[in-house]
């Protein structure tokens, strides 16, 4: 059974940083691209970024390129997003997913794909 698992989210101020983390189990780690998605009340949810499955291809949504940074610890089996200077427009919940292309120019979920259950960012003015 796989399991996605995420970590990190919280209330922090506006220019602010967090890192969250993933983990999955129940699955190869480093035979998927993982990615976070994230989806704001009213919203659709939406890509935020992809990983390659070696890490070394990466993509990101227009609205967080130059604060936000994904890499991956394949010997750990854990997916990371640093995010600095915070926004209020970035509060939203955060997801993590198992398959995900990060080799195409725009985070996308591959045909077989598995979801965390979320972790809530609140970014304050």
């Known amino acids: 059974q796989v399991q996605v698992v995420e970590s990190g989210g919280g209330l922090v101020q506006a220019g602010g940083s967090l890192r969250l983390s993933c983990q999955a189990f129940?699955?190869?780690?480093?035979?998927?691209?993982m990615g976070w998605f994230r989806q704001a009340p009213g919203k659709e949810r939406e890509g935020v970024s992809c990983i390659s499955r070696t890490g070394r291809s990466t993509n990101y949504a227009d609205s967080v390129k130059g604060r936000f940074a994904v890499s991956r610890d394949n010997a750990k089996n854990t997916l990371y997003l640093q995010m600095n200077s915070l926004k209020p427009e970035d509060t939203a919940m955060y997801y993590c997913?198992?398959?995900?292309?990060?080799?195409?120019?725009?985070?996308?979920?591959?045909?077989?794909?598995?979801w965390g259950q979320g972790t809530q960012v609140t970014v304050s003015s």
């Open positions: 129940g699955l190869s780690f480093a035979d998927y691209g």
């Open positions: 997913v198992a398959g995900c292309f990060g080799s195409v120019a725009k985070p996308m979920v591959a045909p077989e794909h598995y």
